[in-house]
Nanobody, 120 residues
């Protein structure tokens, strides 16, 4: 079965950086999308960035303004989110998400989330 485990969250000062990791297991070969979301209290869950294996492409939310970078290490089955120039409004729980095509439809998986707090 697919499992996603996020790590790397914590407390950081405004202007600082954090790198989040999502370790994936049970991942099937084929068409998949994997990326990062976040959700702050009182706000809707927001998509940040994703990788599409079918198109071999990367997408970012416009709101990130070039501050975040998504990457992956296929050998380690890990996807990363490098976050730079962090702002207090970046405070949220960050989630790793994957969508896998099984030939009949999409299956959706979520990690448990990791808290990122940007504060002085």
């Amino acid at each position: 079965q697919v499992q996603l485990v996020e790590s790397g969250g914590g407390l950081v000062q405004p202007g600082g950086s954090l790198s989040l990791s999502c370790a994936a297991s049970g991942f099937d070969a084929g068409h998949y999308i994997i990326g990062w979301f976040r959700q702050a209290p009182g706000k809707e869950r927001e998509g940040l960035a994703c990788l599409n294996s079918n198109e071999d492409s990367i997408y970012y939310a416009d709101s990130l303004k070039g501050r975040f970078i998504i990457s992956r290490d296929s050998a380690k089955n890990t996807v990363y989110l490098q976050m730079n120039s962090l702002k207090p409004e970046d405070t949220a729980v960050y989630y790793c998400n994957s969508k896998l095509w099984n030939g009949l439809g999409w299956s959706d998986y979520w990690g448990q989330g990791t808290q990122v707090t940007v504060s002085s």
